[in-house]
Each structure stands twice: as structure tokens, then as C-alpha cells.
């Protein structure tokens, strides 16, 4: 699973032809969220409110960048990186 993104401790993958809806993952630590790219909503898993509220800030700003890369993968075309939240 491609990382694309490293902030504060939060990691962000997607995985190459992965299921819709459109989404990526958020670890922190032990923790692990799928989250919705177009909702920003947490499909499966669960991260601490403190990492979550990061990650969904990160994702506003970010969105188009997100689709532009889930398309990439799911076309197993080479994901780009996407700056982290600053």
C-alpha cells in the first residue's frame, strides 16, 4: 500500500485497485481508519479524535489531490505524493 502523504505522526496510503467508494487510509500508530475521500467521514477503523480532526483538515485541503490519486490507483499507475498538513 503506496504511502502519499506523513504528518505529526499520521500516515496516508491507498492500495492499488481498491474497493469503492473512493477512500484512504489513515494510521496513527496502531490505529487505522478508512476514511471517505468525497463524505471525509470514517468508513472502518478508528483513530484518536486528535489524529482524526488532523486528517480531515489535511483531506479539505487536499480532496482533489486525493481523487487525482485514487484514480492513479485504480489504473495501478504510480501514486504521487501530496504535501502534509502544515
Known amino acids: ?14 492500495f492499488y485497485e481498491d474497493h469503492n467508494p ?6 496513527y500508530g496502531k490505529q487505522e481508519a478508512m476514511i471517505s475521500i ?19 483538515e489535511w483531506a479539505i485541503q ?3 489531490a486525493l481523487m487525482e490519486s485514487w484514480q492513479l490507483a485504480m489504473n495501478s499507475q ?6 502534509p498538513l502544515k
Do not use: Q
Open 78 to 83: 504510480p501514486l504521487k505524493s501530496i504535501p
Open 22 to 27: 473512493p477512500h484512504f487510509h489513515a494510521i
Open 1 to 14: 500500500m503506496p504511502e502519499i502523504s506523513r504528518f505529526y505522526g499520521i500516515v496516508i496510503r491507498m
Open 62 to 64: 487536499y480532496r482533489e
Open 38 to 56: 468525497s463524505e471525509l467521514r470514517i468508513l472502518e477503523g478508528r483513530i484518536s479524535k486528535r489524529a482524526l480532526l488532523m486528517t480531515l
